[in-house]
T-cell receptor
Framework: DAGVIQSPRHEVTEMGQEVTLRCKPISGHNSLFWYRQTMMRGLELLIYFNNNVPIDDSGMPEDRFSAKMPNASFSTLKIQPSEPRDSAVYFC????????????FGAGTRLSVL | AQSVTQPDIHITVSEGASLELRCNYSYGATPYLFWYVQSPGQGLQLLLKYFSGDTLVQGIKGFEAEFKRSQSSFNLRKPSVHWSDAAEYFCAVGEGGNNRKLIWGLGTSLAVNP
């Protein structure tokens, strides 16, 4: 199995630009999670989907952030417009219903907003 | 509300020494408990998990953890640390059932002296 695949691995952009992060979950998994990791705040859950439906987006910082899951094999996290404080590592994870919450993580996208 | 506390932000041990990383949780029922490891520049990898039954669980890379209900703890141990164990370690708790979220500790950074 290829695991959770995230792209790009690194993204450098300028303030005000739109940023789109991508995630392909493990085939057959039906829950998907987006996290943000910073030194100051640690690992924060932004949003999670179950069967492609957003279940909890309470962690999404503000309206500049949006996430979609158009099908079971693809999700995006978009930031528009980006700000320097959005600089962080963004992780995607997936899990299988009935697998007792075990989450499998991608390698992450390191975002730098200048 | 559920919470996870990792009291030690940073620990340094010598190679070959034993290791114990502490994790305390707050949760009413018996939770699902996890330890994940994050090597530099990588995503999080599952080390071990506890769902029920035997309170001493074995994981990958020679790690083990013990669930102590009376102390609300799930401490991670390794009898002899290798230099390659230097990483960030995260404890997490999950409710199970329809709630797929995990509650995360802030992590413990492990450094290993040669």
């Amino acid at each position: 199995d290829a695991g959770v695949i995230q792209s790009p691995r690194h993204e450098v952009t300028e303030m005000g630009q739109e940023v789109t992060l991508r995630c392909k979950p493990i085939s057959g998994h039906n829950s998907l999670f987006w996290y943000r990791q910073t030194m100051m705040r640690g690992l924060e859950l932004l949003i999670y989907f179950n069967n492609n439906v957003p279940i909890d987006d309470s962690g999404m910082p503000e309206d500049r952030f949006s996430a979609k899951m158009p099908n079971a094999s693809f999700s995006t996290l978009k930031i528009q417009p980006s700000e320097p404080r959005d600089s962080a590592v963004y992780f995607c994870a997936s899990s299988l219903q009935g697998a007792r919450n075990i989450q499998y993580f991608g390698a992450g996208t390191r975002l730098s907003v200048l | 509300a559920q919470s996870v506390t990792q009291p030690d932000i940073h620990i340094t041990v010598s190679e070959g020494a034993s290791l114990e990383l502490r994790c305390n949780y707050s949760y009413g029922a018996t939770p699902y408990l996890f330890w994940y490891v994050q090597s530099p520049g990588q995503g999080l990898q599952l080390l071990l998990k506890y769902f029920s039954g035997d309170t001493l669980v074995q994981g990958i890379k020679g790690f083990e953890a013990e669930f102590k209900r009376s102390q609300s703890s799930f401490n991670l141990r390794k009898p002899s640390v290798h230099w390659s164990d230097a990483a960030e370690y995260f404890c997490a708790v999950g409710e199970g059932g329809n709630n797929r979220k995990l509650i995360w500790g802030l992590g413990t950074s492990l450094a290993v002296n040669p």
